[in-house]
T-cell receptor, first 114, second 115 residues
Framework: KAGVTQTPRYLIKTRGQQVTLSCSPI?????VSWYQQTPGQGLQFLFE???????NKGNFPGRFSGRQFSNSRSEMNVSTLELGDSALYLC?????????????FGPGTRLTVL | DQQVKQNSPSLSVQEGRISILNCDYT??????FLWYKKYPAEGPTFLIS?????DKNEDGRFTVFLNKSAKHLSLHIVPSQPGDSAVYFC??????????????FGKGTHLIIQP
């Protein structure tokens, strides 16, 4: 069974640009959660999608948005990039909601903002 | 304000000995706790969890202890093996089914197992 995949793995952008990251969950998983990992703040919850609907949202500005498609694949978008957005962005999938002991993480997308 | 704290950024333990990783939390609404292990260039992997109705959960070499009154949990690894070298994250939630705030993570402890 293929794991959670994230593309691209590495990305370099400049301030003011926007970026779209993609996450393909494990087949059969309908819940996708996104997290941001930085050295200073650790892992922080961004949002969770289930059946194409955003169910939960963390404490991030509106520049961070996401969506989920009918095949459960999810994208997150960050507009007007800032230097502080440089981070590892992780997505995690689970079958029917973020049952945390059944949640599987992807390898992450490393975003660098210059 | 950090609700989940791992005060030791790194820990070095000799192979074969016990590794003890600590985690403190401040939110009394948390009732489900997890430990994740993360290798470089990989996403976190679920290791073990504990519900607040328990004070101990064991899975092979890994045991998690929860002290609700002290708002403290710890992960014990016995015996420690070289493959255990990784970053360990403590995480908490107000609902094991998925709280509105997702999982709240600590900043991680880098465990290094010395041969």
């Amino acid at each position: 069974k293929a794991g959670v995949t994230q593309t691209p793995r590495y990305l370099i952008k400049t301030r003011g640009q926007q970026v779209t990251l993609s996450c393909s969950p494990i087949s059969g998983h309908r819940s996708v959660s996104w997290y941001q990992q930085t050295p200073g703040q650790g892992l922080q919850f961004l949002f969770e999608y289930f059946s194409e609907t955003q169910r939960n949202k963390g404490n991030f500005p509106g520049r961070f948005s996401g969506r989920q498609f009918s095949n459960s694949r999810s994208e997150m978008n960050v507009s007007t990039l800032e230097l502080g957005d440089s981070a590892l962005y992780l997505c995690a999938s689970s079958k029917a909601g973020p049952l945390y002991n059944e949640q599987f993480f992807g390898p992450g997308t490393r975003l660098t903002v210059l | 304000d950090q609700q989940v704290k791992q005060n030791s950024p790194s820990l070095s333990v000799q192979e074969g000995r016990i590794s003890i990783l600590n985690c403190d939390y401040t939110n009394s609404m948390f009732d489900y706790f997890l430990w994740y292990k993360k290798y470089p260039a990989e996403g976190p992997t679920f290791l073990i969890s504990i519900s607040s109705i328990k004070d101990k959960n064991e899975d092979g070499r890994f045991t998690v202890f929860l002290n609700k009154s002290a708002k403290h949990l710890s992960l014990h690894i016995v015996p420690s093996q070289p493959g255990d070298s990784a970053v360990y994250f403590c995480a908490a939630s107000a609902d094991f089914r998925g709280g509105a705030d997702g999982l709240t993570f600590g900043k991680g402890t880098h465990l290094i197992i010395q041969p």
